[in-house]
C-alpha cells in the first residue's frame, strides 16, 4: 500500500484524466511509477558502471570487438 500527496494541480490533471477515460487515478499513477522506475534503473545502473570503469574494477570492451564478435563487421 501506498499513500501519496499531490501538489493540488497534479491532483486536478490526474483526477480529469481518470474521469475523461473512464479508469481510475490509481490505475494511471501505477503506470507512471512503473515506466519512470524503468527509467530510474537504468539510470543508476548507467552511473554504477561508470563508477566501476572510472575506478579501474571493470573494463569497457570497443564496439568493434563487438561487431566482430557477433558477426556484424561491414
Known sequence: MLAIRLPEDLEK???NLAKRTGRTK???ARQAIEQHLDDL???????QRLTEI??????????EDIMKRHGLED
Open 41 to 47: 534503473e537504468d539510470l543508476y545502473l548507467a552511473e
Open 13 to 15: 490533471r490526474l483526477d
Open 26 to 28: 490509481t490505475f494511471y
Open 54 to 63: 572510472r575506478a579501474g574494477r571493470t573494463r569497457t570492451v570497443p564496439l
